[in-house]
């Protein structure tokens, strides 16, 4: 039993999400969602966790969409609106998903790919009000849901979790973060990783809660939405602070004293994905009152570490295990480390997701006994942790998204005026880290921009480098730690 539609009934008549001037409530999206499993289901009793792609902007439609394959016994492949066809031909096709649900504006973008496939194609309009018919019961055992992660081999991987894995997911932080009824949460973050997904949209629901959607992020819009003070949540990633303070900044003396006047309903500002600058956190409370609650978490685990709800939130710590999840840290011979020593975060718990989808080896890789291995080094400091950074320079997290190195390198290298290259992510407060590509090449004058149009071609899911430098031979071992971080050196001191 799927408990996230149970808790659902309790709040029928409850204001469950806000798009744009459109309201719904609770009521609104279990029947959406019956009727979208009923369509699914066809004359079939179970989907048998056939993966169902969708691509449908944040709102309504979305999470109909998500309850109702969930209802019919889908697997939910939510696809990225703003990418590319090819990057979106990559996860339908990796998934062999059989269905694909849109919305009228990707119809004519993914109709001549679902032919090609045969993959059934559905648009959300015609489905939502679908007759309804008999469900089937689908058990928390069962595969849910499948995100895609960069990691340092091959191509972004998909991480499966199931029901139970998602429920632990949204129990834990819903306890932790004192989620009720009464809450009202705004969601600009993508909804094709746990951020947005899990952290926002269906811990709001979960808890009988009110989520409006912004379709993309946009500060002016951000700060009227503050200003009108009917937030008591709000979630992002640090660049998303760096930006909101940018655009206070910019604002005279008057507007930001009626900025800085919006916070008075607002309980909680979290911040997570990627490590919060103190200068942001301090900058933020100067600005809001508020000292943002950072958290630790990750695509195949969900949130693993969160400072104190009610408690002391230290500036460049991640707090604790959140309740139900057990974590280690080790050194490279997969020891625990004493007490104050760095070493690598490892988690267990009912939040750790099932497998990487068709992917058995990179699955065993990734487990030491049933201990996750995060590849993230932290350190325990007086009652809190704090994040190190990755034990692979090959991890770029730019903007909250995780990017891989090595996919920016093997796109490069097929580029018929470079020779060998290396990429990396410089510090930037505002993005976290910025993508830098160290070049040698045949050609002695290189057009970048040409260079980053073309890259756009090759990697059409990515944010290209920003950065790039002419070199006349790598330091040898370039690929390895060490000289990849003198190779970061030479960029920031350029
Ligand atoms: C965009 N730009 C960048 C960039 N991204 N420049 C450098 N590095 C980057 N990473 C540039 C663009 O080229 C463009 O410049 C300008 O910024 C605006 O681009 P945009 O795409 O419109 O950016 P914007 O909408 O402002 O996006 C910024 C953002 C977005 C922060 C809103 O990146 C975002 O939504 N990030 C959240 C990702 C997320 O949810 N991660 C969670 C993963 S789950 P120009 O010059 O071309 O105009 C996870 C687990 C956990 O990590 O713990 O949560
Ligand atoms: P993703 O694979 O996109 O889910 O990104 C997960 C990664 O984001 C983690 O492995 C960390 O490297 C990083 N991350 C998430 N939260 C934080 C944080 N608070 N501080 C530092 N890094 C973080």
């Not at 066809?85 to 119809?107: M, N």
């Not at 629901?205 to 500060?219: D, I, M, P, R, V």
């Not at 939130?313 to 999840?325: D, E, K, M, T």
């Not at 291995?373 to 400091?381: C, P």
């Amino acid at each position: 039993m799927i408990n996230l539609l149970e808790q659902a009934r309790q709040w029928a008549k409850r204001k469950a999400i806000i798009s744009g001037s459109a309201s719904y409530t609770y009521e609104q999206l279990l029947a959406a969602s019956a009727a979208v499993a009923s369509c699914l289901l066809d004359k079939k009793e179970d989907l048998k966790e056939a993966r169902i792609a969708f691509m449908i902007p944040p709102g309504f439609d979305y999470v109909a969409t998500q309850w109702g394959l969930w209802q019919a016994g889908g697997i939910a492949v939510p696809l990225c609106v703003q990418h590319p066809l090819e990057a979106l031909q990559y996860v339908i096709e990796d998934t062999e998903a059989e269905v694909l649900i849109v919305s009228s504006e990707y119809e004519d973008m993914l109709k001549p790919l679902a032919e090609k496939r045969g993959i059934r194609l559905l648009n959300i309009e015609q489905i939502k009000t679908f007759p309804k018919k008999a469900l089937p019961g689908i058990s928390l055992e069962r595969s849910a849901m499948i995100l895609y992660t960069s990691g340092t081999t091959g191509k972004p991987k998909g991480v499966v979790t199931t029901h139970a894995n998602i429920e632990a997911q949204i129990t834990t932080l819903t306890k932790a973060w004192a989620w009720h009824q009464d809450d009202y949460i705004l969601n600009i973050l993508p909804l094709h990783h746990v951020h947005g997904i899990i952290n926002v949209m269906t811990c709001a629901l979960w808890s009988g809660a009110c989520c409006e959607f912004l379709n993309k992020f946009e500060a002016t819009k951000v700060w009227d939405i503050f200003q009108s003070e009917r937030l008591t949540l709000f979630m992002a990633v640090p660049t998303i602070y760096f930006k909101l303070i940018a655009f206070w900044e910019q604002a005279n003396s008057a507007e930001q004293a009626g900025m800085s006047a919006a916070f008075a309903n607002m309980r909680l500002m979290v911040s997570g994905s990627a490590a919060l600058p103190v200068s942001v956190l301090e900058k933020w409370k100067n600005i809001s009152g508020h000292t943002l609650l950072e958290r630790y978490g990750m695509t195949e685990i969900g949130m693993a570490l969160s400072n104190s709800y009610a408690g002391e939130r230290r500036p460049g710590h991640v707090g604790l295990p959140l309740p139900g999840v057990s974590l280690q840290l080790v050194d490279t011979e997969n020891k625990e480390v004493p007490v104050g020593e760095q070493g690598e975060i490892q988690i267990k718990g009912n939040s750790v997701f099932q497998e990487y989808w068709k992917r058995p080896e990179a699955t065993k890789e990734a487990f030491a006994k049933d201990w996750f291995k995060t590849g993230d080094m932290a350190i325990y400091n007086e009652g809190s942790y704090k994040i190190l950074g990755r034990n692979s320079v090959d991890i770029i997290k730019s903007g909250g998204y995780k990017i891989s190195a090595l996919e920016i390198e093997e796109a490069l290298r097929t580029h018929p005026d470079i020779k060998e290259c290396a990429v990396v992510g410089i510090p930037d407060e505002e993005w976290g880290q910025v993508i830098a590509a160290s070049l040698i090449c045949s050609e002695a004058q290189v057009d970048f921009e040409a260079l980053k149009n073309w890259l756009k071609t090759k990697l059409p899911h990515y944010k290209v480098p920003r950065r790039f430098m002419i070199q006349e031979e790598l330091p040898r071992n370039t690929l390895g730690k060490v000289t990849k971080k003198v190779l970061v050196q030479q960029f920031q001191n350029s």
